[in-house]
C-alpha cells in the first residue's frame, strides 16, 4: 500500500543477519521503514561490524539496551520500543526470531494497537524449558503476519490453531542474506590465512546459548567433547563468545580450554570471517540455530550440542546430529558425520525470502490488518 511504513527491531548479530535482506528490498521499493536496534549484543564484533559487512546504515534508533538480565531487558525494552512505535505511528512492525528484543517488541507492538509480522514463525524445539521456546510461541500467538521459513514450521502453527490466513511460508531469509553476502565473504576475508588454516582441515565450534555455557557441568562436557576431537589429530577454530567467556572464568575452567591440544580460542569475528569458516570447515560443532542453518545450506555437517532442535529439517537430512552435552556423543557424531556421502538438499529456501515478506505486507488483506 502508499502509505506503508514498517518498523524493524532487532537486538542481535544473528537477527541483523536476517533482517537484513528485509531492510535491503525495502530500501530497493522505497518503503518508508525505521530499523531499530535494542543494544541486546552491545559488543563491536557482534554489532558495529555487522552493520559494516551487511551494507546496512546504522539504525535510526539504538535503545542501548544490553548487558544486563534477561527479565530486566524485557522490562527496560518494551515500553522503550512503545515509545518509539508511538512516536514513529508505523503500519507493521517485523520482529524476528525468539530473542528477548523479538518478545519486547511483539509485546510493545501488541500495546500500541500496530500490526506485528513474525519472521521464523512456527520452529518448534517442543522444550517449554528453553526461553527462546516460549519467547516464539507468546511472539507467534500475538502476530497478525506469521512468516514461516518451511512448511513443517507453518504444519507447527495449524497444528497450534492458527488461521492459515495469516501464515506465508517464505523460506528463511538468512539463505538471502548467505546468498548476497558469501561472494563479498570470500573476496574480503583473509581469515584461513591468519589463522593459518587450509579447507576442510579443520573444526569450528560455536557455543553461546544459556542451557550450555551458564551450567558448569554441561560447559566442562563440552570443553571434554572439544578435547576428544583434538586427542585425534583434529584441529579445532573456538570463536568464544562473551557470555561464554565470562562463564570460563566463572567456573574456573579457562585453562582447561587453553590446555586442548590443537585448539585455537579466539574473540568473536566479523560476520565475514565467521563465514568463510564456516564454508570451509570439515565439521561445525554448535548449540546454535542460526549455524545449523548455515551449516545446512553450505554442505558442511553439523554437531549440535544440544538435546532438542527447531530447526529438526537439518536432523532429519542428515546435515546435523543432535549430541546432547555428552562428550562421547559429540565424539561418535563427529566420526558419523564427516563419512563420504551424498551432498544433501537445503528445506530453507531460494533466496527470495525477502521478495515474498515485502509482497505479503503490501497485499491488500495486509492494507486491511495494518489500518484497523
Given at each position: 500500500?502508499?502509505?506503508?511504513?514498517?518498523?524493524?527491531?532487532?537486538?542481535?548479530?544473528?537477527?541483523?543477519?536476517?533482517?537484513?535482506?528485509?531492510?535491503?528490498?525495502?530500501?530497493?521499493?522505497?518503503?518508508?521503514?525505521?530499523f531499530?536496534?535494542?543494544?541486546q549484543?552491545?559488543?563491536?564484533?557482534?554489532?558495529?561490524?555487522?552493520?559494516?559487512?551487511?551494507?546496512?546504515?546504522?539504525?535510526q534508533?539504538?535503545?542501548?539496551?544490553?548487558?544486563?538480565?534477561?527479565?530486566?531487558q524485557?522490562?527496560?525494552?518494551?515500553?522503550?520500543?512503545?515509545?518509539?512505535f508511538?512516536?514513529?505511528?508505523?503500519?507493521?512492525?517485523?520482529?524476528?526470531?525468539?530473542t528477548?528484543?523479538?518478545?519486547?517488541?511483539?509485546?510493545?507492538?501488541?500495546?500500541e494497537?500496530?500490526?506485528?509480522?513474525?519472521?521464523?514463525?512456527?520452529?518448534?524445539?517442543?522444550?517449554?524449558?528453553?526461553?527462546?521456546?516460549?519467547?516464539?510461541?507468546?511472539?507467534?500467538?500475538?502476530s497478525?503476519?506469521?512468516?514461516?521459513?518451511?512448511?513443517?514450521?507453518?504444519?507447527?502453527?495449524?497444528?497450534?490453531?492458527?488461521?492459515?490466513?495469516?501464515?506465508?511460508?517464505?523460506?528463511?531469509?538468512g539463505?538471502?542474506?548467505?546468498t548476497?553476502?558469501?561472494?563479498?565473504?570470500?573476496?574480503?576475508?583473509?581469515?584461513?590465512?591468519?589463522?593459518?588454516?587450509?579447507?576442510?582441515?579443520?573444526?569450528?565450534?560455536?557455543?553461546?546459548?544459556?542451557?550450555?555455557?551458564?551450567?558448569?557441568?554441561?560447559?566442562?562436557?563440552?570443553?571434554?567433547?572439544?578435547?576428544?576431537?583434538?586427542?585425534?589429530?583434529?584441529?579445532?577454530?573456538?570463536?568464544?563468545?562473551?557470555?561464554?567467556?565470562?562463564?570460563?572464568?566463572?567456573?574456573?575452567?579457562e585453562?582447561?580450554?587453553?590446555?586442548?591440544?590443537?585448539?585455537?580460542?579466539?574473540?568473536?569475528?566479523?560476520?565475514?570471517?565467521?563465514?568463510?569458516?564456516e564454508?570451509?570447515a570439515?565439521?561445525i560443532?554448535?548449540?546454535?540455530?542460526?549455524?545449523?542453518?548455515?551449516?545446512?545450506?553450505?554442505?558442511?555437517?553439523?554437531?549440535?550440542?544440544?538435546?532438542?532442535?527447531?530447526?529438526?529439517?537439518?536432523?532429519?537430512?542428515?546435515?546435523?546430529?543432535?549430541?546432547?552435552y555428552?562428550?562421547?556423543?559429540?565424539?561418535?557424531?563427529?566420526?558419523?558425520?564427516?563419512?563420504?556421502?551424498?551432498?544433501?538438499?537445503?528445506?530453507?529456501?531460494?533466496?527470495?525470502?525477502?521478495?515474498?515478506?515485502?509482497?505479503?505486507?503490501?497485499?491488500?488483506?495486509?492494507?486491511?490488518?495494518?489500518?484497523?
Amino acid at each position: 500500500m502508499a502509505d506503508l511504513k514498517v518498523c524493524v527491531v532487532a537486538g542481535t548479530r544473528p537477527e541483523t543477519i536476517k533482517v537484513a535482506p528485509i531492510l535491503w528490498e525495502l530500501v530497493r521499493r522505497e518503503i518508508p521503514h525505521v530499523f531499530v536496534h535494542t543494544g541486546q549484543h552491545y559488543s563491536h564484533a557482534l554489532r558495529e561490524q555487522a552493520f559494516v559487512d551487511l551494507g546496512l546504515a546504522p539504525p535510526q534508533v539504538s535503545l542501548s539496551i544490553g548487558g544486563i538480565p534477561v527479565s530486566h531487558q524485557v522490562a527496560r525494552m518494551t515500553p522503550a520500543l512503545r515509545a518509539v512505535f508511538a512516536r514513529e505511528r508505523p503500519s507493521v512492525v517485523i520482529v524476528q526470531g525468539d530473542t528477548t528484543s523479538a518478545l519486547a517488541g511483539a509485546l510493545a507492538a501488541a500495546a500500541e494497537g500496530v500490526a506485528l509480522a513474525h519472521i521464523e514463525a512456527g520452529l518448534r524445539s517442543f522444550d517449554n524449558a528453553m526461553v527462546e521456546e516460549l519467547n516464539r510461541i507468546v511472539t507467534d500467538s500475538i502476530s497478525d503476519l506469521l512468516f514461516a521459513p518451511t512448511e513443517l514450521s507453518r504444519s507447527n502453527l495449524i497444528t497450534e490453531g492458527h488461521d492459515a490466513a495469516r501464515i506465508t511460508v517464505t523460506g528463511n531469509t538468512g539463505v538471502d542474506a548467505l546468498t548476497v553476502t558469501l561472494p563479498r565473504a570470500r573476496s574480503q576475508s583473509d581469515v584461513l590465512a591468519r589463522l593459518r588454516l587450509v579447507p576442510r582441515g579443520y573444526t569450528l565450534a560455536t557455543l553461546h546459548r544459556p542451557e550450555l555455557v551458564d551450567q558448569e557441568g554441561r560447559l566442562r562436557a563440552a570443553l571434554e567433547g572439544l578435547a576428544r576431537l583434538a586427542s585425534r589429530g583434529w584441529r579445532i577454530v573456538f570463536p568464544v563468545h562473551p557470555r561464554t567467556l565470562g562463564n570460563l572464568r566463572r567456573f574456573g575452567l579457562e585453562r582447561a580450554l587453553l590446555a586442548i591440544p590443537l585448539l585455537v580460542a579466539i574473540e568473536p569475528l566479523s560476520y565475514f570471517d565467521f563465514l568463510v569458516l564456516e564454508e570451509n570447515a570439515a565439521l561445525i560443532v554448535s548449540d546454535s540455530g542460526g549455524v545449523q542453518e548455515e551449516s545446512c545450506v553450505l554442505g558442511v555437517p553439523c554437531a549440535t550440542m544440544r538435546e532438542n532442535t527447531e530447526r529438526t529439517e537439518s536432523v532429519e537430512i542428515g546435515a546435523s546430529a543432535l549430541v546432547g552435552y555428552c562428550a562421547q556423543a559429540l565424539s561418535d557424531a563427529a566420526t558419523q558425520l564427516t563419512q563420504p556421502r551424498a551432498p544433501w538438499v537445503s528445506p530453507y529456501g531460494d533466496g527470495r525470502a525477502a521478495e515474498r515478506i515485502v509482497d505479503t505486507l503490501l497485499s491488500a488483506e495486509v492494507s486491511r490488518k495494518a489500518a484497523r
